[in-house]
């Protein structure tokens, strides 16, 4: 085999022909672009919200369009646009406040002229709250509420006491903010001092010493304290006497005297305390001129002590039936009885007849009653007698508190 006729191997197929190179992606559709549309978005929203809104919805579709991303890049990107819209928008809204502000200041001359004088010092100047200093509370917090204020209340001693009906309550101190359209009230029970401060104790008044001193004087020390006279209770310091009343006492203030007193000198009269003035009535002519050494334990009449009306029963008795003619039975028989002569008990051999007749004419006399002259308020009597006091009180017999028959008023 010659190897010169050896056929050649067939030749290497041609290569293909080089591929083209890829065309470059639009400038437009590069990730600089997507992220200039979002900062456009937030620079709108910043200006006009609207426009913003608008910048955001184009940018959302260019966000899944334009930039070569993944999905979660693409989605990420939508919740930045949301973002920057809502940041862009609140920047807008202080620059819109900010040039609102600007504004009001530099036009306070124009402000003025469009205004009225009137309307302004109305719109400046806050509502005036009026004095409830002394009122009820309850008035005071509901004219306040009518006006537009905010109410509180407190106890104003120092207590510290719980306000649950207002209506018994007086306003002592108050405290308004007209800026705030508030007002605190401090109030104190009725019938109670204020004190002299918010948060203080109370101002109690203080008893005077009156022991010793005429009705009259008592009064006005009373008054001057702050003791109103309408508690003050009166009682009388002899058995035989009765308590006068406060009209009975002023009508003789210079007579009735102040013996005992109670509370003491010096002593606070707060409210439950009760104020009670013992009095003992005398004048220049009366036996007996100062008080007793303790209250209903004696007599101004020592006649009138149970002992001794009992012997002046005994004699008058005797005198009025022995019919001896003494002139003190027949004085007696005819000061009971009226109907008795003295001269039919003087004469002689008529005793019997002249003791008969006036002991006749007493029995009479307590059976119809008569006038015994002047009597003194609280002495020992037999009823129905009447009499008046030196003063021309009416009097009349009757059983007193003890039981026994006094005189007292008609």
Not at 264 to 277: G, Y
Not at 278 to 300: A, F, M, Q
Request: charged fraction near 20%; glycine fraction near 12%; charge should be negative.
């Amino acid at each position: 085999m010659n190897p010169y006729n050896v056929p050649s191997p067939p030749p290497p197929p041609p290569s293909p022909p080089p591929s083209p190179a890829p065309r470059p992606r639009p400038r437009w559709r590069s990730t600089p672009v997507a992220l200039g549309l979002l900062l456009l978005v937030a620079l709108t929203g910043a200006f006009n919200l609207y426009l913003g809104i608008i910048s955001m919805m184009a940018a959302m579709v260019a966000m899944w369009t334009v930039p070569p991303w993944r999905w979660f890049a693409k989605l990420g990107a939508t919740f930045g646009a949301f973002l920057l819209l809502a940041v862009g928008g609140g920047i807008g809204g202080q620059l819109d406040d900010g040039s609102t502000d600007k504004a009001n200041a530099k036009a306070p001359a124009a402000t003025d002229e469009r205004h009225t004088p009137a309307s302004s010092a109305t719109a400046s100047t806050p509502p005036e709250i009026a004095d409830y200093t002394g009122r009820s509370l309850a008035e005071a917090e509901k004219r306040t509420r009518s006006v537009g204020f905010t109410t509180a209340r407190h106890d104003a001693s120092t207590e510290n006491r719980a306000i649950q009906n207002s209506a018994n309550w007086s306003v002592c101190f108050q405290d308004a903010d007209t800026a705030r359209m508030t007002i605190d009230f401090a109030a104190a029970k009725s019938g109670e001092p204020c004190p002299k401060e918010d948060g203080g104790p109370l101002a109690w008044p203080m008893m005077p010493d009156v022991v010793g001193a005429t009705y009259a004087s008592a009064v006005k020390s009373l008054t001057h304290a702050g003791i109103p006279m309408g508690r003050v209770t009166l009682d009388d310091v002899y058995l035989d006497v009765d308590a006068p009343t406060a009209d009975e006492a002023a009508e003789n203030g210079n007579e009735w005297h102040v013996c005992f007193q109670s509370p003491d000198d010096k002593k606070p009269v707060d409210s439950p305390t009760e104020v009670r003035l013992d009095l003992g009535r005398w004048t220049d002519d009366s036996s007996v001129r100062s008080c007793p050494e303790s209250k209903d334990t004696t007599y101004e009449d020592p006649a009138n002590a149970p002992g001794s009306q009992d012997d002046g029963d005994k004699v008058g008795s005797g005198s009025a039936s022995g019919g001896d003619g003494n002139p003190s039975g027949a004085a007696r028989s005819e000061s009971s009885g009226g109907g008795g002569s003295p001269a039919g008990g003087n004469a002689p051999g008529d005793g019997s007849s002249g003791g008969s007749s006036s002991g006749g004419s007493s029995s009479g006399g307590g059976t119809s009653g008569g006038s015994a002259g002047t009597v003194h308020p609280g002495a020992f009597c037999s009823p129905p007698d009447t009499g008046v006091t030196a003063a021309g009180t009416p009097m009349v017999c009757g059983p007193a508190a003890d039981g026994r028959n006094r005189w007292h008023h008609a």
